[in-house]
C-alpha cells in the first residue's frame, strides 16, 4: 500500500497536486479538513465531537483527527493507498498517524515536502485570494505569517521523517505540470 503524507507551506499547491496523486496512482485523498467537515454534515459521533471544538474557536484535539482518520481507513481497507493532505502537522500527530498505520499493516511510504520560495508563496496566495473568498488570502501581513507559523512549526516534522529516511524534498517551482511530473517521477520510486 503506497501511503503518502503531501506537505508544503500555504500556497505551494498541494491540494492540486493531491488531485493529480490521488488520479495519477488511484488513492484516497485524505484532507483533514474535507474529513472534518464531511464527518460533521453526516452528523457522526466524531464530527459532533469536532464540532463542538470548532464552535468555541478550539483546534480540534489530535485525538478526535485520529480517530477519523482511522475509520478513513478502515472504511477504504482495500484502497491502493492514501493521500494525507493538512496532516500530520506535529511530531505527536506523526507517531499517532504512524501508529495508526502500522496497526494496519501499512506504513507511511514517504513524506513529499514541496519548497516554494517565500515570494512565490505570497503570489500563489494573493493570486488565490482573488476568488477562494479567504480573507486569510489576501493579507500580505497574514500570509507572511502563515508562513512563518508553518516554518517554525514544520522543521521538527521534517525531521523525523528524515530520520526514517521518509522525508523527500520535491522543488514546488513551475507549472503544475511541471511539479506533477517530478512527483510522479518520486512516487514511483517509493
Do not use: C, W
Not at 503524507?5 to 499547491?13: H, I
Not at 515536502?113 to 488570502?137: C, H, M, N, P, Y
Request: glycine share 8%.
Amino acid at each position: 500500500m503506497l501511503n503518502i503524507v503531501l506537505f508544503g507551506p500555504p500556497g505551494a499547491g498541494k491540494g492540486t497536486q493531491a488531485v493529480f496523486l490521488k488520479d495519477e496512482f488511484n488513492l484516497i485523498h485524505l484532507s483533514t479538513g474535507d474529513l472534518l467537515r464531511s464527518q460533521i454534515a453526516a452528523k457522526t459521533e466524531l464530527g459532533n465531537e469536532a464540532k463542538r471544538f470548532m464552535d468555541k474557536g478550539e483546534l480540534v484535539p489530535d485525538e478526535v483527527v485520529i480517530g477519523m482518520i482511522g475509520s478513513q481507513l478502515k472504511e477504504n481497507a482495500s484502497a491502493k493507498g492514501f493521500i494525507f493532505d493538512g496532516f500530520p502537522r506535529t511530531v505527536e500527530q506523526a507517531k499517532a498517524l504512524d501508529q495508526l498505520l502500522n496497526e494496519n499493516g501499512t506504513p507511511v511510504s514517504g513524506m513529499l515536502a514541496l519548497e516554494v520560495e517565500k515570494q512565490e508563496l505570497i503570489d500563489r496566495l494573493l493570486e488565490r485570494g482573488k476568488t477562494s473568498g479567504r480573507s486569510d488570502d489576501t493579507d500580505v501581513s497574514i500570509i507572511e505569517n502563515r508562513i512563518a507559523v508553518y516554518n517554525q512549526k514544520t522543521a521538527p516534522l521534517m525531521n523525523y521523517y528524515e530520520a526514517q529516511s521518509k522525508y523527500y524534498p520535491v522543488n514546488g517551482m513551475g507549472s503544475v505540470e511541471d511539479i506533477a511530473l517530478r512527483l510522479k517521477m518520486l512516487v514511483e520510486k517509493l
